[in-house]
């Protein structure tokens, strides 16, 4: 089936322009993630989202960024007035409910931001 | 200006060889670890999992050993091809709060030569 798609899958910015990255989980999977990763980095934490739950917005790194989901389905990811650092790749994830059996995450292939 | 993570820790290995990534996790409570391989320009692709208690388990051409008491994971990868050059990301889950919630590694980058 589907995986986890995500678009687009660069874009360049100039610093100060919001951006919208958008994530489509896979087909049924209630929970939703959203993580940065760095040029040679690991992913860092940014929110997560569970069904009709409050998100999780924990690993946000300040107010510029925010997301949104609908139900359990395509989620949006804004970042407000972009700087340079925010340049990375930000990459959506997907999973089953939590009581299953599995933890596994999903990944999509990532949207590429540059800011210039 | 200080260049930060551009330097990830590599793995070279001949096509054939066997090899063993290593990873020190940090939070004892940890109870699900999962491997994640990473190539060029794609997302994190899931490899082989582990729960807290086991210490050992197997995939195709995959090992994973959990040593809890030095809070230590490694990825054995049997006959390596120079298709598994890639990232590979070990993660933590607390999975205290109801939900999965993965801390990833800074990484390591296996190449494997033909």
């Known amino acids: 089936g589907a995986g986890v798609s995500q678009s687009p899958s660069n874009k360049v910015t100039e610093k100060g322009k919001d951006v919208e990255l958008r994530c489509d989980p896979i087909?049924?999977?209630?929970?939703l993630y959203w993580y940065r990763q760095r040029l040679g980095q690991g992913l860092e934490f940014l929110i997560y989202?569970?069904?009709?739950?409050?998100?999780?917005k924990s690993g946000l790194p300040s107010d510029r960024f925010s997301a949104e989901r609908t139900g359990e389905s395509v989620s949006t990811l804004t970042i407000q007035r972009t700087q340079q650092e925010d340049s990375a790749v930000y990459l959506c994830?997907?999973?089953?409910?939590?009581?299953?059996?599995?933890?596994?995450?999903?990944f999509g292939p990532g949207t590429r931001l540059t800011v210039t | 200006g200080e260049s930060v993570g551009l330097h990830l820790p590599t793995l070279s290995v001949q096509e054939g060889d066997n090899s063993i990534i290593n990873c020190a996790y940090s939070?004892?409570?940890?109870?699900?670890f999962i491997w994640y391989k990473q190539e060029s320009g794609k997302g994190p692709q899931f490899i082989i999992d582990?729960?807290?208690?086991?210490d050992k388990r197997q995939g195709q051409r995959v090992t994973v050993l959990l040593n809890k008491t030095v809070k230590h994971l490694s990825l054995q990868i049997a006959a390596t091809q120079p298709g598994d050059s890639a990232v590979y990301f070990c993660?933590?889950?607390?999975?205290?709060?109801?939900?999965?919630?993965?801390?990833f590694g800074k990484g390591t980058m296996l190449l494997v030569s033909p």
């Open positions: 989202f569970q069904g009709n739950s409050a998100p999780d």
């Open positions: 993660a933590e889950d607390e999975s205290n709060s109801g939900y999965s919630t993965l801390t």
């Open positions: 939070n004892s409570a940890s109870d699900y």
């Open positions: 087909s049924g999977h209630t929970a």
């Open positions: 582990i729960r807290s208690n086991m």
């Open positions: 994830a997907s999973s089953p409910e939590w009581a299953s059996q599995s933890y596994e995450q999903y």
